[in-house]
């Protein structure tokens, strides 16, 4: 069955242009330089899962026209991954959204959006209508969409990349992956990969440890994202071997 993954976000933690700078990338006219926080849709005929509700997911939703979800996933509970819950209220009008995320980052949600999950004076149309549900680490099936949780390593926190359709992965913040991981992608078709800048970092893959990685899955193609504004879309364009290419707001992926 096709399906479309759209790159609703492809930015690190900041957002590019970050607030207050005035470097090349931030100042950059080229809209592939603009980013906003990292999340995707992955889309298969009337379903369509989310995962991670970036900071601007109100933005991305309208740009990519999204008019509704069936599911949501975590990766992690980090702000730029999780604080746009609030905006897919619209989109929870009619029937409540499932959303699932590893058993600490469903009480690290409850913690940040308690008004969502306690009673409260009034409801009014504030409060987005939601199920939260503890991820196992088994296969998750959303209609015709399977999504397997991939334990990787952020820095010191356990968090989950997810293989959709045992075809694509996506896995963002990052800076270990267990051969036992790396077993469950290889030869995928689409892999989508964190690699925030050239210089190393201590919670997340910078771009050589990204191709490193890529190179022992090797997937058919993939795609950098969770980059920062030391990475010009198009440079980057061009150093990149074949088959692997930067991510961008709004890409579609059709596989
Ligand atoms: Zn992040
Ligand atoms: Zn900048
Ligand atoms: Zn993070």
Known sequence: MPMTI?????GTSHGIP???CSCEVCLSQDYHNKRTRSSILVSEENTNVLIDTATEFRLQA???KIDSINAIFYTHSHADHLHGLDDIRPLTYKNPIEIYASAEDCREIRNRFPYIFNETLQIGGGKPQVNLNKLSDKVATINECTIEPIPVKHGLLNILGFLINDRAAYITDCSYISEESIDKLKDIEVL????LRYREHST????????NIIKKISPKRAYLTHLSHDVNHKQLCAELPGGIFPAFDGLKIIL
Do not use: E, P
Not at 6 to 10: A, C, E, N, P, V
Not at 192 to 195: D, E, F, N, Q, R
């Open 192 to 195: 989508i990969l964190g690699a």
């Open 62 to 64: 309208v740009r990519d």
């Open 204 to 211: 997340h893959f910078n771009i050589d440890q990204a191709l």
């Open 18 to 20: 970050v607030v207050g």
């Open 6 to 10: 759209t790159i609703l976000g492809s």
